[in-house]
């Protein structure tokens, strides 16, 4: 995601002719995008995506059983 903005950051500051972005080759300029396409495929590709989102959920569920053990009173006091 990081490098999508920096690719539309470049991408405006070049179209607006600001800057030293001015100058510097369109290569250059569109490099992010093309780093970010190769991100995303590794990170589908390995899995990374996948295990995140599984991680996400399990934190979910977890947090869904301890409020419903709460609610229930059969979570332990905490000392004071």
Not at 39 to 54: H, I, L, N, V
């Amino acid at each position: 995601m990081y490098l999508l903005g920096l690719g539309l950051v470049l991408l405006l500051l070049k179209w607006a002719q600001w800057g030293p972005v001015a100058g510097w080759a369109w290569w250059v300029v569109l490099a992010p995008f093309g780093l970010a396409i190769l991100w995303w495929a590794w990170a589908d590709a390995s899995g990374y995506t996948k295990r995140k989102a599984m991680e996400r959920e399990a934190a979910r569920k977890a947090a869904r059983v301890d409020r419903q053990r709460d609610a229930l009173g059969l979570n332990p006091r905490k000392r004071r």
